[in-house]
């Protein structure tokens, strides 16, 4: 059943403005939001401070659509208190006017979750309700099991959404539809013919003013264990038995399941030249803001093949790609070829959308020598929903897909857990390039990184 009201904890963040409130104006415009719309923040607000406050969001952070924000804008409230208050859940339950399954999403900095399903269980705004937990769903296997303990003593697990925007993306969502939308992939898609798998999440900017934030989290944390573990699982997981919500994440959680735990030698950390002059930056911090990662997955599929993640901040450009090398073929008929000549497949996430199929062929010329070229789809790059307005919308509908369960988000947790903070040393690296150099090491014997390119020439 769908919801009857949206309650939003961090009403007046930054998560709030940045990404909240468009994708709510969104859901206005669709039709989709004809319920009350609470607030909840400890800033002085009235109703109408709150209305312009997203009204300034909006415009700032996307397009505002007068219809559809008048539309919100009548739904909108505001309640202030502090969430250790048991009168500001006194408040909400007065707001609610008596809706029966409200979603409470706590966009909030994690060290209140506790404290908020406390107070809304004992003002009795548990029952029937959906709840949404933001990223970062715990810091390690310890403390997401805590959380996950202390949701479930209000929330039964059908009912609690921890969201990972990246899961709501598009060329994401893309992955899961091309693997088991076509046939042509699962013959090749295994031991026999896969080499290797990269994945590249590169940022050219450094910490943007959250020095502080990232330090405390760091690499690993920030991306590696949620949005690219959640990439891999779509990469190499077995085909569900249907898209439903569950037989999904039963697939994830096998796959993850089966991932190795990571142990310090399969760790390259790094850290750029400049990162202690950041502001909020500790001036001895050896937090991580490049990491490479070199994974195993032991099932019959997957025996052997490494997969390699490596994602950090001030490298040469922003991009995301998979890079899945093939098998180069068993006789090398062709002995002037390279030798790392193989064929593969490549995905392109981010800033732009691609899919793309590299073979070789004949360069002219006498000789039996091949070149490499790539059959490229570029697949209608429109984001016609943004993550957040997909990911509301669904969890106001009870729908969890897209949002990761208790015992994956543990088990995502388990693979990185030996190797959080100080488990590997970490290497100073030249802003504008691609990490320490031994990141290149780990990757030794299996050629070398692909770089990704923003040039559609090359
Ligand atoms: P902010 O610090 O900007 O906002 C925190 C919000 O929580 C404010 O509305 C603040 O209210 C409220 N708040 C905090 N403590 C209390 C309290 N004791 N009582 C009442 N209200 C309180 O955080 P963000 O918006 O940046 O982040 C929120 C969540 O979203 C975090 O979990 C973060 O990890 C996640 N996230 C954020 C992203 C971003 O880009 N910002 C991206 C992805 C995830 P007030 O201002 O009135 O004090």
């Known amino acids: 059943m769908d919801s009857d009201a949206f309650v939003f904890f961090g009403a007046s963040g930054d998560l709030a403005q940045k990404k909240i409130f468009p994708a709510l104006q969104a859901l206005a415009g669709d039709g989709r939001l004809d319920i009350p719309v609470i607030g909840i923040a400890r800033s002085n607000w009235s109703d109408a401070h709150f209305r312009e406050h997203a009204k300034a969001a909006i415009q ?23 969430y250790a208050d048991a009168q ?10 008596g809706a029966a399954r409200p979603l409470h999403y706590l966009a909030i900095p994690p060290s209140r979750f506790e404290t908020v399903i406390e107070g809304l269980k004992a003002a009795g705004c548990t029952q029937g309700a959906r709840v949404v937990v933001e990223k970062p769903f715990g810091r390690d296997l310890q403390s997401a099991r805590a959380l996950n303990a202390a949701l479930h003593q209000s929330f039964d697990e059908s009912s609690v959404f921890r969201i990972d925007h990246y899961l709501g993306k598009e060329p994401v969502q893309n992955l899961l539809y091309y693997r088991f939308a076509n046939a042509f992939l699962e013959p090749i898609w295994s031991r026999d013919h896969v080499a290797s798998v990269q994945i590249t999440m590169a940022e050219s900017f450094g910490v943007q003013g959250r020095g502080a934030f990232y330090d405390e989290v760091g690499t690993l944390r920030d991306v ?22 569950e037989a999904l994440r039963s697939e994830k959680l096998r796959l993850f399941q089966a991932i190795r735990p990571l142990s310090p030698a399969d760790v390259v950390r790094g850290q750029f030249l400049g990162y202690h002059d950041e502001k909020g930056v500790a001036p001895d911090s050896n937090v991580e803001t490049f990491v490479a990662v070199r994974l195993a997955i032991d099932t019959w599929r997957w025996a ?11 490298l040469p450009l922003t991009c995301t790609e998979v890079h899945v090398d093939l098998k180069a073929p068993p006789q090398a008929l062709f002995p002037k070829d390279p030798p790392h000549a193989a064929n593969f497949v490549r995905f392109r996430l981010s800033p732009d959308v691609a899919i793309g199929q590299g073979a070789r062929i004949k360069a002219p010329g006498e000789g039996m020598v091949g070149q490499g070229v790539e059959l490229v789809a570029e697949p209608d790059t429109r984001e016609d929903m943004l993550p957040y307005e997909r990911l509301l919308g669904d969890a106001l509908r009870g729908d969890a897909t897209l949002f990761t369960r208790d015992d994956c988000v543990e088990a995502a947790w388990q693979i990185v857990d030996p190797v959080l903070d100080a488990a590997a040393p970490v ?16 990757i030794e014997g299996q050629g070398s990184w692909h770089n990704p390119s923003l040039d559609k020439s090359t």
């Open 60 to 82: 700032k952070h996307g397009k505002l659509d007068a219809k559809a924000f008048q539309h919100l804008a009548q739904r909108l409230h505001y309640v202030r208190g502090d």
């Open 304 to 314: 052997g093949v490494p997969f390699y993640i490596r994602a950090g901040k001030c």
């Open 224 to 245: 590696v264990q949620n949005h690219m573990l959640q990439v891999l699982t779509l990469l190499a997981m077995d085909p569900p038995i249907s898209q439903d919500a």
């Open 88 to 97: 500001t859940f006194k408040r909400l339950v007065t707001a609610l006017n």
């Open 427 to 442: 290497e100073v690296y030249t802003p504008g390039t691609w990490g320490p150099p031994a990141s290149d090491e780990l």
